[in-house]
């Protein structure tokens, strides 16, 4: 069983952006993001960002971007699968990590074709469910159930968190802490 290393992941967050998610409960989706961001940035994960559409959705949420660090690079996409928009997979690959940690909206359509697209590419796929969503509980459950059967692991927050710090004498333990509260 493996278990989520920073030296090997790499966060892809899909879509958070303004008009997705005025459509959902979105101080916590957004939040929930938000934190593993920024503890991304504290443990030098790469992040990797996409926007559907912008143009008609909005941009990615103020709150989730200004945690972002100056260089993540953010891709525009019409394709549901991300993996299909120019220069996302290159992005990925150049970082050379295994573990990509996915997480964003809608779990069913872009989160779900990402992560198939994904583990055809060969990686290992954590769908962090707590900071996931759909505007349908229904097609949320179908999305996760199906991205777990095609092979990717179903995760939380708090365990990425706590995997990625491996123990609480990590440097970074005290405010990464302060996130989850």
């Not at 996760?144 to 692991?153: F, Q, R, T, V």
Request: a neutral charge; aromatic letters at 6%; glycine letters at 4%.
């Amino acid at each position: 069983m493996n278990v989520l290393t920073p030296e090997n992941s790499l966060l892809l967050i899909i879509d958070v952006q303004e008009k997705l998610v005025n459509a959902l409960d979105k101080d916590i989706i957004v939040k929930r993001v938000t934190n593993l961001a920024k503890s991304a940035r504290l443990l030098d994960i790469p992040v990797v960002v996409t926007e559907q559409y912008p143009k008609g959705l909005g941009k990615t949420v103020e709150t989730l971007s200004a945690a972002f660090a100056e260089d993540v690079p953010v891709f525009e996409k019409v394709t549901f699968n991300a993996l299909e928009a120019d220069g996302v997979l290159e992005k990925i690959k150049s970082y050379g990590r295994k573990q990509i940690v996915i997480c964003g909206i809608e779990t069913h359509i872009c989160v779900h074709q990402t992560a198939a697209a994904l583990l055809r590419e060969g990686f290992e796929v954590y769908v962090v469910k707590d900071a996931c969503a759909s505007r349908n509980k229904y097609e949320f459950k179908q999305g996760i159930e199906l991205m777990e059967s095609n092979g990717a692991k179903v995760t939380c927050v708090e365990i990425v968190l706590f995997e990625w710090l491996k123990t609480a004498k990590n440097p970074h333990f005290k405010e990464i802490q302060t996130l989850i509260k």
